[in-house]
């Protein structure tokens, strides 16, 4: 007999604003533990020293979180000139100073060298494993791990603000892109030193501060919420990581055989019309190009690979 899984069946995502100071790790844990849900994870580490959007999934949502992961993210970073510290933010020591300051002009002709596809070397202090350990946790121990460039995309990058020892700047990226070594990239090509005084995530994908998914939800405001005995009213659908994949209706039989693992024959016109939809998509190494949402009144069944006219379920929903 199988054993009884501890904690709820609550199944859906959370808009998190994770405070300053909390690792996204111990964020997930509290919010599990408010909801008192079986199984939880995120989508995208956010640094202990930055604030803003953590989306956390609950329950069945934790199957959702490839696909968010690979959403484009919106920063706003307060970078201080004049001074590199070890982590490349306010928690390290400094290590280098210097007395160049630029203005807003300078900054603005240094940008588009950093927007595009990139090479990024992460920093030091980063979870990016070598050999088996994070580079953070070699790094305190006192070793100089190597860090290898690696491809990241800038998509755009503006200038919010400039102050005599400080600029703000807003930046939109993809998956594995560092503010922190940009902030040093930017600063060295500047002919100054630079370090992340400040950083506030303000969207993952469809999850933003304020947006079409109401507002993010801080710590307060949830443990309000599940004091008040609201915390669903927090719970967005498993389908907001998915809002841009395609959703197809299907019967009651139809779900019946896609949660049994087989797969169902598509009309052809629905088919066709699904083909529109599609467009390249990679998550991982798994090819997510014609992947659809199968829907029955409304409540997630499956999402499956839509091949030669079938649909094929990938990851089956429970809810």
């Known amino acids: 007999m199988a054993r009884r899984r501890k ?25 599990r533990w408010l909801y008192q849900a079986q199984k939880a994870g995120h989508a995208g580490t956010l640094d202990p020293l930055a604030s803003g959007i953590l989306p956390i999934a609950l329950g069945d949502a934790t199957k959702t979180v490839p696909f968010l992961v690979e959403s484009k993210k919106v920063y706003d970073c307060e970078i201080k000139w004049g001074e590199r510290t070890t982590t490349l933010d306010a928690e390290g020591d400094v290590v280098a100073t210097s007395d160049v300051r630029p203005n807003r002009a300078q900054i603005e002709a240094a940008l588009p060298q950093f927007i595009g596809e990139i090479l990024q070397t992460p920093p030091v202090y980063s979870a990016i494993k070598i050999d088996g350990q994070r580079a953070y946790d070699l790094a305190r121990a006192g070793e100089t791990p190597e860090m290898k460039p690696r491809p990241v995309r800038i998509d755009d990058i503006e200038v919010l603000d400039v102050g005599k020892d400080m600029a703000i700047l807003r930046i939109f990226c993809g998956k594995g892109t560092y503010i922190r070594s940009l902030a040093r990239d930017l600063a060295f090509a500047l002919g100054t030193e630079g370090s992340v005084a400040n950083l506030r995530r303000i969207s993952v994908g469809p999850f933003a501060l304020e947006g079409e998914n109401d507002c993010a939800f801080s710590l307060d405001a949830l443990e309000e919420l599940v004091h008040k005995g609201g915390a669903l009213d927090a719970l967005l659908a ?31 016109s629905a088919f066709a019309e699904l083909r529109t939809a599609f467009r390249p998509r990679q998550i991982g190494d798994l090819d997510a190009s014609r992947y659809v949402l199968a829907e029955c009144e409304g409540v997630e069944i499956a999402l499956c690979d839509a091949r030669a006219g079938h649909l094929r379920p990938k990851r089956v929903f429970n809810l």
């Not at 904690?7 to 919010?31: L, R």
């Not at 498993?238 to 598509?266: H, N, Q, W």
């Open 7 to 31: 904690g709820n069946p609550v199944h859906g995502w959370v808009n998190f604003d994770k405070p300053y100071g909390m690792t996204s790790t111990q964020a997930v844990g509290k919010v």
């Open 238 to 268: 498993v389908s907001t990581a998915l809002d841009d994949i395609p959703a197809l209706a299907v019967t009651d039989d139809e779900a019946f055989d896609l949660k049994l693992g087989r797969a169902i024959l598509v009309h052809p």
